[in-house]
Each structure stands twice: as structure tokens, then as C-alpha cells.
């Protein structure tokens, strides 16, 4: 239940849009309740085998529906991004655009990326704020993972495990290097922080709101609520996001690639499919609510990192990046695997 009222908009603008899914409730459900804690600590143990990264014992697990999943998440943004809500609302009411209306424009905002979301996402481990006293947890929307192995024709228990190992892989990175957390909080603080929106977005966001145009798509348009405010540090910022993000994401499809080619017959087909659908739930919406979204290369550029470093200098040489934030692989250091290995090796 939110009793928040500047969420309880996003939270209708999301749920509208989230939809359902009619075996959402059926005894498919049930069947995934059952047998996700099992797949996620089998998950668990063998990516702890697989990389050496220690997460102390299995998180807990969360069978969740769509509308669970959008109240989750306005927690966490809603959290994350005050600062810049406050901000754009004070300086649309300086240009004449009432206190009520500035809430409803970064309510609709947030409403209709996690609306969207909330259909797409199949697992999320919960990367809590590090001032939350949330517990160590993976989510899975039953909704959208039926859904998805019905209409791809896929084995259910094949499938499911492949989700639980793609969240379990996730968690090993953040929970087997102690680090990670907190760094990836401050630079996502670095994204939200405060500045001067940009003048010319703003008239043209006041513009947008005295026409009318807020019911279709976001009043933000492609920069995203902090398009507004981007500084070039920001941007800087941004650049380590989507280096580190590149890293996890290429480091985790090597490690589910090498346990699924073991563990799993119809692991390639899988794999393939995640490749299409690869986004962390919480980084793609805070990339997306930037207006600057990191692009399908960059995952893949991921991938070629860690092979490329594993060709070079063996396995064990990929663990170099978990020693500190300055060992992490710059943007132009993921391209370029060799001058990252003279740097920290």
C-alpha cells in the first residue's frame, strides 16, 4: 500500500499500463512459488563455484505480481531521485506552472517508464538504497515469466532456472565484492544530483504542459526528467555508469553462458534471447530517465571484454577489476582490453 500521495499518481499512471496476465493467478504460479527459493540457491551455489565471489548464504525470494513490482520500485526512485524532482518542480513554478501540476509531470514521468517496465522485467535482485534496512532479496514477476516461456515455446524448469541463475550471477557481483554497492549508489547520486536545468528544455517542457500534451507519452520527451538538469559532469558520471555496467553485464553473460552450457540443454536458445533483452530493470530506468540509454553494443562490448582479458592473461585476471573502484575498466578501456590490463595488471 503507498501512503505517499505524490506516488499514489505514478502508482495508477503504472499499474494502467502494466496490464495483466490471465494465468498470472493459476496454479503455474503456485509452481514457480514452490520451486524458486531451490532454483535460486542452486543458482547461487554455482555461480559462487564458477567465479569464487561469496554472497553468505541464499538471499531471500519474492514471487511478486506486476503491481508489486511498480510499488517496490517507486520506493526506490522515489528515494533516488528527490532531489531533481524538487528541483524541476521549483523551476517550472518560476516559469509560471503550479506546485500541483510540477508533481503530476515527474509523477506521469516515472509512472509510464515503470508501467512499461513492469511488463518486460523477469527478475530483479533488489539493489537496495544503502540507507535502507531492506534485506537481501531476489524478485521474480510471475506474470511476466509465464507469459514469456509460453509464448517462445520454452521448458518451463529450464527457463526458470535461467532467470534465477541470470539474478543470482547479479547478486554475486554485488554481494561478493563489498564495494560495489556503495559505488554504484554514488555515482547514481552523481546522475541526480542538483543543478541548473537547462533553459531551453524547460520553456520547451512549459510549452508542452500549457498545450495539454501530457496524456500520450512522457512531457519530458527523449532527454528524460534528468535531460533537464545534465551538467557535463553528469555526463562524465553517465560514462562510468554505463562502463561498469558494461562489465557486469558482459562478465554475467560469460557466467551464465559457461553453467548453462553445462547445467542446461536449451541453454543456447536462451542465451540468445537474453542478448535481445539484456538490461539490469533499475539501471535501464535510470538511463532511461536521463534520455541517454546505453545501447545494445555496449552490453556486447561487455562480453568481448571479459574474453578478451580471459585470452590474455587467463581467468583469474577478470578478478583485478573487483579489487577497487580505480581498478574498474574505463568506457575506452572496454574497447580496449589490452590498455586496461598494462593499467592495473
Not at 561469496?54 to 508489486?68: E, L
Not at 528515494?79 to 500541483?100: F, K, N, S
Not at 546505453?294 to 561487455?302: P, V
Amino acid at each position: 500500500m503507498i501512503e505517499d500521495p505524490r506516488l499514489e499518481q505514478a502508482a495508477r499512471v503504472a499499474v494502467r499500463l502494466a496490464g495483466s496476465y490471465p494465468l498470472a493467478d493459476s496454479y503455474h504460479r503456485l509452481a514457480l512459488e514452490e520451486a524458486a527459493p531451490g532454483l535460486v540457491e542452486r543458482a547461487g551455489r554455482l555461480v559462487e563455484e564458477e567465479t569464487g565471489l561469496s554472497g553468505g548464504g541464499p538471499p531471500a525470494v519474492a514471487v511478486v505480481d506486476r503491481r508489486a513490482w511498480i510499488e517496490r520500485n517507486l520506493a526506490f526512485f522515489s528515494t533516488l531521485m528527490h532531489p531533481a524532482q524538487e528541483e524541476v518542480g521549483r523551476r517550472l513554478e518560476e516559469e509560471g506552472v503550479g506546485e500541483g501540476l510540477a508533481q503530476r509531470l515527474t509523477a506521469i514521468e516515472m509512472g509510464l517508464l515503470l508501467g512499461v517496465l513492469s511488463r518486460q522485467v523477469l527478475g530483479q535482485y533488489e539493489l537496495v538504497l544503502p540507507s535502507s534496512e531492506a534485506g537481501d532479496e531476489i524478485s521474480l514477476p510471475a506474470p511476466n515469466i509465464l507469459e514469456f516461456e509460453r509464448r517462445r515455446q520454452l521448458r518451463p524448469a529450464e527457463f526458470r532456472f535461467w532467470v534465477a541463475l541470470h539474478e543470482a550471477t547479479h547478486r554475486l557481483q554485488f554481494a561478493g565484492v563489498p564495494w560495489l554497492r556503495s559505488y554504484f549508489f554514488d555515482l547514481a547520486s552523481g546522475l541526480v544530483s542538483v543543478s541548473q536545468p537547462d533553459r531551453s528544455r524547460l520553456s520547451l517542457l512549459v510549452s508542452r504542459v500549457r498545450q495539454g500534451g501530457l496524456n500520450a507519452r512522457s512531457p519530458f520527451g527523449e532527454a528524460g526528467l534528468l535531460g533537464l538538469m545534465a551538467t557535463p559532469d553528469e555526463l562524465r558520471c553517465l560514462d562510468r555508469v554505463q562502463a561498469l555496467m558494461s562489465l557486469l553485464e558482459g562478465h554475467g553473460h560469460v557466467v551464465m553462458d559457461r553453467i548453462g552450457a553445462r547445467e542446461l540443454v536449451s541453454w543456447r536458445r536462451m542465451s540468445q534471447m537474453a542478448a535481445r533483452r539484456r538490461d539490469n530493470p533499475r539501471v535501464a530506468a535510470l538511463l532511461r530517465l536521463t534520455g541517454l540509454e546505453m545501447k545494445m553494443r555496449q552490453y556486447e562490448e561487455g562480453r568481448e571484454f571479459i574474453l578478451a582479458v580471459e585470452r590474455r592473461a587467463g581467468r583469474s585476471a577478470v578478478d583485478l577489476a573487483w579489487e577497487s573502484p580505480d581498478a574498474l575498466p574505463t568506457r575506452a578501456e572496454i574497447a580496449d582490453p589490452a590498455s586496461w590490463l598494462a593499467r592495473v595488471g
